[in-house]
C-alpha cells in the first residue's frame, strides 16, 4: 500500500493509506461453462513478415502464399509469448550496439513539434518530507465537476485510531460545506501535485463523505479542464 | 449520417451532435523518443523472456484457448457475469433516445471518467437547456458501440458548452474506525503502475 503524507486545515499533517478505486465489475469474455486462457502467441516468423517476403518473393507473392505457405514457421509459429522484455531496434531493424539517445518532444496543440530537448528529471513534490497541504481554496462539489475532469480517483484510509481521527474530520468537515478541497504540492504547498517521480503534475482536489461514524475521502486528480481547443471555444 | 446522442427529460427527445475531447488537443502533448546512432527515430520490439527470440511488430497475435490448448474462434466468445452465465449483448445507445436522470455531483466524481464528448444541439429540449444552464447533472447509459455493459454517461454544461462524460461506475467503500488500512509488502509494484498517469 501507498502512503500519502498530508496535512489537514490546521496544518497538521499525517501519513495515511492510499488505496485504489477499482471501477464496479463488468462481464468478462468467456464460453459458459469452459475455463479459457488469453495468451498472446507467435503468429508470423520475421521471415513471414512483410518486407521480408517482397525480399524473398517480390511485391505479388500473394499467389506464392497460397501454393506453398512460405510464410508459416512451423518450428516458430503458434509459440506461447510469456514475459518480455522491451527492447529498441535502429530504424533499419537491427541489433543497436550502443545505448540510443532519448529526446523529449513538446508537441503543441495542432500536433507540430514547439520544441526537442533532453528528457528533464521531475522530481515528486509530495514525499515523506514534504505533504499535500490543504490549501484553503474550496470549491463546490458542483462547479468541480463542471470545471475540471477527473482524471483518477484515490480513496484515503486511516492506518490507526489517531488518523481515522484526523481523516474523518477532514471528511466531514467538506461533506458539511458540499465542497471539494484544493491540495497543493511542494515547499510551497501551492503547485500541482506530482507523486511519483518523473510523473505528470495534476490538480489534487479532496472529496468527503460521512455517514455516522463512517466516512469517504477521496483525493480526485485532474489533469484536463472541461473546456474546449482554443479555435473552437464558443458557448453552444 | 453521423451518429447523435440521443436524451429523454419528461418525455421530450433532446439530439446533439457530439465531437470527443482530449487533453492533446487542449494543451498538447509531451512525449519521449528514442534514437538510434543515426538519429533515427528506433524501432520497439519485444525480447522473449528466455532471449532467444527478437519479436517484432506484426509478429504476435492474441486469441482465446481451451483447456487443451484448442485454440477457440473470437465469434463463439461471448460476455459472461460473475457467476460464468451469459449476459445479453447491450446495444450501441447512440441515436437511441436515452432516459436522463438528475444526480448530484458525488455519483459523477467517484466514477473513472474515460472519455469526454463536446455536443452540439440540433434539438434541444428548452426545460432540459435550463436545467442544464442552472448547474443541473444527468446520468443516463451510454454505449458508443454495442458490447456486453453500457458505461454511464453525465449531461452537464459549463460557461463553454455542453458536455457529456462518459464513465466506468465504481463505488468507494465506506472507512471505519475498525478497519484500518494494512501494510502490503505484494502489491506496491501494481499500485505504482496504477499511479503512472504518464501512460494515460
Not at chain 2, 475498525?178 to 505484494?186: G, H, I, L, P, W
Request: with cysteine.
Amino acid at each position: 500500500m501507498r502512503k500519502l503524507h498530508i496535512t489537514n486545515e490546521k496544518q497538521r499533517d499525517a501519513t495515511v493509506g492510499m488505496l485504489t478505486l477499482k471501477p464496479d465489475p463488468t462481464p468478462h469474455m468467456g464460453l459458459p461453462g469452459a475455463e479459457l486462457d488469453y495468451r498472446r502467441y507467435i503468429a508470423a516468423a520475421e521471415s513471414g513478415l512483410h518486407d521480408s517476403l517482397v525480399k524473398a518473393l517480390g511485391e505479388e507473392y500473394g499467389q506464392a502464399l497460397v501454393d506453398g505457405d512460405p510464410e508459416i514457421d512451423m518450428e516458430y509459429v503458434g509459440r506461447r509469448i510469456g514475459r518480455s522484455d522491451r527492447i529498441y531496434l535502429s530504424h533499419g531493424g537491427k541489433v543497436l550496439h550502443h545505448a540510443p539517445e532519448v529526446v523529449e518532444l513538446i508537441i503543441n496543440p495542432d500536433g507540430s513539434e514547439r520544441e526537442r530537448r533532453a528528457p528533464k528529471e521531475v522530481l515528486a513534490n509530495v514525499t515523506e518530507e514534504i505533504p499535500a497541504r490543504w490549501t484553503g481554496k474550496r470549491i463546490k462539489k458542483r462547479d468541480v465537476v463542471r470545471r475540471f475532469v477527473l482524471t483518477r480517483t484515490v480513496p484515503l484510509q486511516h492506518v490507526d485510531g489517531l488518523t481515522y481521527d484526523f481523516l474523518y474530520g477532514m471528511a466531514k468537515d467538506l461533506h458539511d460545506s458540499d465542497e471539494m478541497m484544493l491540495m497543493g504540492g511542494g515547499e510551497s504547498g501551492k503547485q500541482p501535485l506530482i507523486l511519483i517521480p518523473n510523473g505528470s503534475p495534476y490538480r489534487g482536489l479532496l472529496e468527503g463523505r460521512v455517514d455516522g461514524e463512517r466516512y469517504i475521502l477521496l483525493l480526485h486528480l485532474s489533469n484536463m479542464e472541461l473546456k474546449l481547443p482554443a479555435e473552437g471555444e464558443k458557448k453552444a | 449520417m453521423a451518429r447523435q446522442i440521443n436524451v429523454i427529460k419528461d418525455g421530450t427527445e433532446s439530439i446533439f451532435d457530439f465531437k470527443k475531447v482530449d487533453r492533446a488537443k487542449l494543451y498538447g502533448k509531451r512525449k519521449r523518443v528514442v534514437l538510434d546512432e543515426d538519429g533515427e527515430n528506433c524501432v520497439k520490439a519485444e525480447l522473449s523472456e528466455d532471449g532467444s527470440s527478437i519479436i517484432r511488430s506484426g509478429m504476435t497475435m492474441q486469441a482465446y484457448f481451451g483447456p487443451d490448448g484448442e485454440w477457440v474462434e473470437s465469434k463463439r466468445i461471448v460476455g459472461l457475469d460473475e457467476e460464468g452465465n451469459p449476459v445479453e449483448k447491450v446495444p450501441s445507445t447512440l441515436g437511441v433516445g436515452q432516459e436522463l436522470e438528475e444526480v448530484e455531483p458525488g455519483a459523477l466524481s467517484q466514477n473513472q471518467t474515460i472519455a469526454v464528448y463536446h455536443l452540439s444541439p440540433v434539438e434541444f429540449d428548452e426545460a432540459l437547456k435550463k436545467k442544464l444552464d442552472e448547474g443541473s447533472i444527468f446520468r443516463f447509459s451510454f454505449n458508443y458501440r454495442a458490447d456486453y455493459s453500457a458505461e454511464v454517461g453525465f449531461l452537464l454544461s459549463n460557461a463553454v458548452g455542453i458536455f457529456v462524460l462518459v464513465t466506468k461506475a465504481a463505488t468507494p467503500e465506506w472507512c471505519q474506525l475498525k478497519s484500518v488500512a494494512v501494510e502490503s509488502f505484494t502489491d506496491d509494484s501494481e499500485i505504482d503502475d496504477d499511479l503512472d498517469f504518464e501512460m494515460f
